[in-house]
């Protein structure tokens, strides 16, 4: 069996991984993704074409691999938001999500690194905030928890606190989407999920 590799230094999407029992190698990806312009394509094509450039920069540094990557942002009225520049950001991302239901989107490529077969989709999944007060806001971007996170916030930490309710995907919410990443990878390229974990491949 091919070795996977997870195309992402996020921590987050590497427990979502060893949560399903695949074994893997991280090669983060060092691609432009200035290349790909959010303002020209919806936002459910521009994760999908993120991840695709995040896989095919990694694919050329490896020979024999399945690669999988991700690109998750927030979105809100057709604004994306992707992680603060710096606590001031972060502050006024907090306040335009405040009170606000907002949909997380994240793009995942599977490729084969070998005959460079792709394939890319999209999962979405909904968040409704609190009405958040200024002191909430400030104490939050304090934690400094915001500061690496689309949308300035994290559902499965302290975030989590400033959340009304989510539907969908949570896995999705927090990187990666696993029920679509396992079909993609079982339909496409014949990885059979429940066979790895009990190491029958």
Same mark, same amino acid.
């Given at each position: 069996m091919?070795?996977?590799?997870? $195309?992402?230094?996020?921590?987050?999407?590497?427990?979502i991984?060893? @949560?399903l029992?695949i074994?893997?190698?991280?090669?983060?990806?060092?691609?432009?993704?200035?290349?790909?312009d959010?303002?020209? %394509?919806? +936002?459910?094509?521009?994760?999908?074409?993120?991840?695709?450039?995040?896989?095919?920069? %990694?694919?050329?540094?490896?020979?024999?691999?399945?690669?999988?990557?991700?690109?998750? +942002?927030?979105?809100?009225?057709?604004?994306?938001?992707?992680?603060?520049?710096?606590?001031? @950001?972060a502050?006024?991302?907090?306040?335009?999500?405040?009170?606000?239901?907002?949909?997380?989107?994240?793009?995942?490529? %599977?490729?084969?690194?070998?005959?460079l077969?792709?394939?890319?989709s999209?999962?979405?999944?909904?968040?409704?905030?609190?009405e958040?007060?200024?002191?909430?806001?400030?104490?939050?971007?304090?934690?400094?928890?915001?500061l690496?996170? $689309?949308?300035?916030?994290?559902?499965?930490?302290?975030?989590?606190?400033?959340v009304?309710?989510t539907?969908?995907?949570?896995? @999705?919410?927090?990187?990666?989407? $696993?029920n679509?990443?396992?079909?993609?990878?079982?339909?496409e390229?014949?990885?059979?999920?429940?066979?790895?974990?009990? @190491?029958?491949?």
């Amino acid at each position: 069996m091919k070795k996977i590799i997870l $195309a992402s230094a996020s921590p987050r999407r590497q427990e979502i991984l060893k @949560n399903l029992g695949i074994d893997f190698e991280t090669l983060v990806s060092d691609a432009d993704e200035g290349k790909i312009d959010k303002n020209s %394509v919806p +936002v459910s094509i521009y994760v999908q074409e993120l991840a695709l450039l995040k896989a095919t920069a %990694v694919a050329e540094k490896v020979k024999n691999a399945i690669i999988i990557s991700a690109d998750t +942002v927030v979105c809100l009225g057709g604004e994306i938001l992707g992680k603060p520049k710096d606590e001031e @950001n972060a502050k006024e991302m907090l306040r335009f999500l405040s009170g606000k239901c907002h949909s997380v989107f994240t793009g995942i490529c %599977v490729m084969d690194a070998r005959t460079l077969k792709s394939v890319c989709s999209r999962e979405e999944s909904k968040v409704y905030f609190k009405e958040l007060s200024e002191e909430r806001i400030a104490d939050y971007v304090k934690t400094g928890e915001p500061l690496d996170k $689309a949308g300035a916030y994290a559902v499965q930490g302290l975030g989590g606190m400033l959340v009304e309710k989510t539907e969908g995907d949570f896995l @999705n919410i927090i990187g990666l989407p $696993a029920n679509r990443l396992c079909d993609i990878l079982e339909k496409e390229f014949q990885f059979d999920i429940f066979k790895e974990q009990n @190491n029958e491949i």
